[in-house]
């Protein structure tokens, strides 16, 4: 759904202590997340791996996202939003790209 600035933003989260909201938006291009601080509304980009959405909060600040991947299916994420640059998979289980026993 695109807003007035010609781009879409849905899928709001919380942060815990209610400063920070993440979303999914496509205002650079492919979909990736980004967080507003509410306070100010300065407007953080979160990842540039695209495909990102659904993003979670954790208690410790890390933000859990799906990410779509190739071949029709999804994959786990974190990132730290005070480390934008490293995206971390969160291993499903045996047989899966993001898993440590998986292989190429």
Do not use: C, K
């Amino acid at each position: 759904m695109s807003g007035a600035n010609g781009y879409g933003s849905a899928e709001p989260a919380w942060s815990f202590d209610g400063n920070t909201i993440a979303f999914a938006s496509d205002r650079d291009g492919p979909t990736d997340l980004y967080a507003i601080t509410v306070a100010n509304g300065a407007v953080a980009r979160l990842t540039t791996v695209g495909q990102a959405g659904e993003p979670a909060w954790l208690p410790d600040g890390r933000v859990v996202f799906t990410q779509y991947v190739t071949g029709g299916t999804f994959a786990l994420r974190w990132v730290d939003p005070a480390d934008t640059a490293h995206v971390h998979a969160i291993p499903t289980g045996p047989g899966s790209a993001e898993h440590a026993a998986a292989t190429p």
